[in-house]
Nanobody, 116 residues
Framework: QVQLVESGGGLVQAGGSLRLSCAAS?????????MGWYRQAPGKQRELVAR???????NYADSVRGRFTISRDPAKNTVDLQMNSLKPDDTAVYYC?????????WGQGTQVTVSS
């Protein structure tokens, strides 16, 4: 089992920055791979934003590459998403996810709203 607790998010103006954090518990952190973030905007499908593997490699959606950075801290059992140069199109509920032993685990979601 993996429990995920998210923090961060909120309201920011276009061009601003936010940082999301996801803390994992319940399993050895190094066995949880990948971890990352999906997002879902109203009326749209959930989409992968970024993910990072235990070895450190990462993937990004084309729409966020160069603006968002995902990082993993084994000492804190956390995965963070630094979001810079935010756009109104980034407005969505962001969900942390983890993959372990053939199962997905999800956080409760955190709202990110970018005003124009």
């Amino acid at each position: 089992q993996v429990q995920l607790v998210e923090s961060g998010g909120g309201l920011v103006q276009a061009g601003g920055s936010l940082r999301l954090s996801c803390a994992a518990s319940g399993s050895i952190f190094s066995t949880i791979s990948p971890m990352g973030w999906y997002r879902q905007a109203p009326g749209k499908q959930r989409e992968l934003v970024a993910r990072i593997y235990s070895g450190g490699s990462s993937n990004y959606a084309d729409s966020v590459r160069g603006r968002f950075t995902i990082s993993r801290d084994p000492a804190k059992n956390t995965v963070d998403l630094q979001m810079n140069s935010l756009k109104p199109d980034d407005t969505a509920v962001y969900y942390c996810f983890a993959w372990r032993a053939g199962s997905y685990y999800w956080g409760q979601g955190t709202q990110v709203t970018v005003s124009s």
